[in-house]
Structure formats: C-alpha cells, structure tokens
C-alpha cells in the first residue's frame, strides 16, 4: 500500500505554521515520490493562548523508500497524526514544542526555533508570576525522546545574515530539506518557496542557508 511520512507543525499565531504547512501540503501534491497527502491545522488550544499547530501526512510508494510501518487503512487517509509517530518537527516556538511531545520518539527530528514568544496571557497576568521553561529545561526533555535535535534561534540568524528576522522559517524549512533528503527534492521545494513567496532573493538565500546549516551539526 504505501508508507506514511508525518510532519507536524507547531507554535503560535502569526509565526506563519498555517503558511509552512501549506507549502509542505502542496510539496505533497506535486512530488512524484508521494501518492498522496493529507493534513490539517488546529489554532488557539486553551492551555496557552494563541497556540497554533499543522500537520502534512505523505503516502509514499514503498518500493521506493520504506518505513517499515504497519499502518490501518484509516491511519492512512486521517490528517491526525497517532501518538508518538512524527517523523519530523518543526518547532516554530519552544513551549510549543515541548507541548507536542506526545509525538515525539525515537523516529523524530526535531528542528526548534529558540526565539521565544510570549503568549498574550503570560504578558496580561504578568503579576501572577507564569514562568517561562529555560530553553535549556526544554530541550533536556525533548532530547530524551527524540531521535536527533537541532536547535537554533533562527530569527537571530536571519537577523544576522538576512537583516530580517522575517526569513527564518525559509532557514528552518532550508534545513528540513537538507536533513530528510531521501523525502524532500531540494529544486521542487525552491520552485515552490518561489509560487508562494515571489522570486524573492531573499527567501531563497534563506533557505541556502538553512540547507547547508546542517553539515555543521
């Protein structure tokens, strides 16, 4: 039948997780590696304002990459992902990734943005003393399940390298690319960043930069 490959998307509104997972969907629909692709977004989780998450579920044909799963037919068609069963994360916001870790496990990568955004509750009650995790307290835990972890404040290396924190989920996306080259086509994905974003020279040396970030890890 096929084998699933499982994304999820996490962080909060306005860090573009509906745009990512748009884009990732429409990589789906376009690669000839994939038989098809389902996914879903889930905004404003109760336990912390402003919580946002998507998800991009491909079936691939397992004569040509093989997952040895053992899926149901209903796995294969929900746009949900089953509990520990992400291949890849990308934590848009560390609280938020942390906050998904019921999918991670030893099968999981995941690539999390360090830059912290305060949800508009924690800054409105201020006074009642929420805490924030350290970032170090975040990624001791995650480490414990995950398979491998890459962490970076990616806004800071968009600051630095691109003027503008704005490109930083082109990096992330950059590094996914680059880290699961046996599902992602590095041109395929570089022609959609530009149907979606333009032909910005900005957004594409973003996601260079991103792609040969990894080598370093």
Known sequence: MGDIYNILLCGV???????????????GMKSPLIQNVVGTETRGVSQ?????T???????DSRIYSL???????DLISPLIPINDAHLVLGLEPLETMRNLRYISE?????????????????ISSKKEKK????????????QFARRTISLDFNELSEIRLGNSIHANSIILGASVKEFKDIFNKNLMISLLKN????????L??????YNLISKF
């Open 13 to 27: 509104g306005g860090q573009g997780v509906v745009l990512i997972g748009n884009i990732l969907r429409e990589y």
């Open 205 to 210: 040396e973003a996601f260079e930069i991103g």
């Open 132 to 143: 924030y995790p350290s970032n170090a307290d975040i990624l001791d835990i995650i480490d």
């Open 48 to 52: 912390r304002e402003g919580s946002v």
């Open 196 to 203: 979606f974003f333009g032909d910005s020279q900005k957004n």
């Open 68 to 74: 040895d799963q053992d899926y149901k037919f209903e």
């Open 54 to 60: 998507a998800t991009a579920r491909y079936l691939i």
């Open 107 to 123: 099968q999981t990568v995941v690539i999390m943005n360090t830059h912290r955004y305060y949800p508009r509750n924690v800054i």
